[in-house]
């Protein structure tokens, strides 16, 4: 008995770790929530990916749900283990005496009053504990992955904010040098004008086109503080917070980046979909086990200790002191209930494989496509890359022209709203290389 109270003790105290460490985790993202935001950040593309995974809610949410995955495995395994409990009673006759009648005759027996103290340790095995344990384990690893995927897809929307920052500080960069050449050149067409060499008509326009290009530049200045904005919520950081980022443009649309993603091959094994199905068909096989069990023994052994104290003179001690209990219980007939969840679980399972290589086929399919996305917008945005240097030359030249009068103010208008259809478009495939990028790169689950 001693030394079935003593394991039940130490495996209660091996549990308060885990006790603990759900305590931690609670204590430390009250502490974390508590730290006041700082009012400027400078961060480069890892140092905002970072911050934003260690402030993000969704993301502890997601850790806390593997913890409660642990503790849920262990209540399974601590069901099929020792329990001790302990139990004291009381009871008070209040002075009745038990009359016997015999054929010596009759005689009372007193009632005295009674205490009882008792220790009941228990142990009960069977088949659906121990695969429902080993079901425990299997979650605890979609857990995981679900973890894994929710980083990998908030460090992608990272990307996407990050560069889209820079794109529209790039695209101001090019607007603000396309307004300082039409504004000087607006005003000397202004002098020109007062001299009465040219028509007020020619100034007008031009002046038009300053203030289209100063239209598109706040519009750009207002894109700019919506991507900064979306950085802030990716962050969990208030909207005041002043944002610097460190990386240049150029560095995300290089050819060595998308020549590596297209270098690499695909291994499915390191999908993350792909492995979320694959542990999803193994839970749908340990389910088909577990409803085969049903049908399987139940092992159960008890130890009752229990010792009476009477107060009194008298009383009969019926009970005995020490009680061992074994007992082993086998299911016969169900009504073929067993039998259905049994078929149940079977057909969940054929169901699961069937997805799994449903999407085993797509996820392959699904790569060349990424791999033809990234290809065609890399290709995209080396010809606007070429055409925003063709047309800012253009409009440069055509400037120079009609300075000195070679060049018509058509020729004027029409230069300068192809250099603004070609920053815009420049813009648009950036952003594009950008995402095609993300997007193989998630799928390749790369780090």
């Known amino acids: 008995m001693k030394k079935k109270f003593v394991l039940t003790l130490l495996m209660a105290v091996a549990a308060l770790p885990l006790l603990r460490a759900g305590d931690h985790v609670m204590q430390a993202t009250r502490r974390q929530e508590a730290k006041e935001a700082p009012a400027a950040l400078t961060l480069s593309l890892r140092e905002a990916q970072d911050y934003a995974v260690a402030g993000n809610r969704s993301l502890k949410n997601a850790s806390l749900a593997v913890q409660e995955a642990y503790a849920q495995r262990w209540q399974t395994i601590a069901a099929m283990l020792p329990s001790v409990d302990g139990s004291y009673s009381y009871s008070?006759?209040?002075?009745?005496?038990?009359?016997?009648?015999?054929?010596m005759g009759a005689f009372?027996?007193?009632?005295?009053?009674?205490?009882?103290?008792?220790?009941t340790a228990s142990v009960g095995i069977n088949g659906?504990?121990?695969?429902?344990?080993l079901l425990n384990n299997i979650a605890i690893d979609m857990k995981k992955i679900s973890l894994e995927q929710s980083e990998t897809e908030l460090r992608s929307s990272v990307v996407t904010s990050y560069v889209s920052v820079l794109v529209m500080q790039s695209m101001k960069q090019l607007l603000d040098s396309s307004l300082n050449n039409i504004e000087g050149l607006a005003a000397i067409t202004q002098k020109t004008v007062d001299a009465g060499a040219a028509e007020q008509t020619t100034a007008d326009q031009i002046k038009v086109r300053v203030n289209t290009i100063r239209n598109n530049i706040n519009s750009t200045l207002r894109n700019t503080e919506l991507a900064l904005n979306s950085l802030r919520v990716l962050l969990a950081v208030p909207a005041g917070t002043e944002l610097t980022l460190t990386e240049r443009l150029e560095d995300f649309l290089s050819a060595e980046v998308v020549l590596n993603l297209l270098g690499e091959?695909?291994?499915?094994?390191?999908?993350?979909?792909?492995?979320?199905?694959?542990?999803?068909?193994?839970?749908?096989?340990?389910?088909?086990?577990?409803?085969?069990w049903a049908y399987g023994p139940t092992l159960t052994a008890a130890y009752n200790f229990t010792n009476q104290q009477y107060y009194g003179e008298g009383g009969m001690r019926m009970t005995p002191p020490?009680?061992?209990?074994?007992?082993?219980?086998?299911?016969?007939?169900?009504?073929?209930?067993?039998?259905?969840?049994?078929?149940?679980?079977?057909?969940?399972?054929?169901?699961?494989?069937?997805t799994l290589a449903e999407t085993t086929d797509n996820l392959g399919i699904l790569y060349q496509q990424l791999r033809f996305n990234l290809q065609n917008a890399y290709e995209t945005y080396l010809?606007?890359?070429?055409?925003?240097?063709?047309?800012?030359?253009?409009?440069q030249s055509t400037t120079n022209k009609f300075q000195w009068g070679a060049a018509?103010?058509?020729e004027l208008t029409n230069a300068s709203n192809d250099l603004i259809s070609a920053q815009s478009t420049y813009v648009?495939?950036?952003?594009?290389?950008?995402?095609?990028?993300?997007?193989?790169?998630?799928f390749l689950n790369n780090k």
């Open 428 to 442: 648009q495939a950036v952003l594009a290389l950008v995402n095609a990028e993300v997007e193989l790169s998630q």
């Open 128 to 133: 659906q504990g121990i695969v429902g344990a």
């Open 108 to 119: 009372k027996i007193d009632m005295p009053n009674v205490g009882a103290l008792g220790l």
């Open 322 to 354: 020490n009680l061992v209990q074994l007992t082993i219980r086998m299911p016969l007939w169900s009504s073929g209930k067993r039998a259905a969840g049994v078929v149940e679980k079977k057909i969940a399972l054929e169901e699961a494989r069937n």
């Open 92 to 103: 008070n006759y209040c002075g009745y005496s038990a009359e016997m009648s015999t054929a």
């Open 383 to 395: 010809n606007e890359n070429e055409n925003i240097g063709v047309t800012q030359r253009v409009f």
């Open 265 to 292: 091959e695909f291994n499915i094994n390191n999908n993350l979909d792909y492995q979320l199905l694959k542990k999803s068909t193994e839970l749908a096989e340990k389910n088909v086990h577990m409803a085969a």
């Open 408 to 410: 018509s103010n058509l």
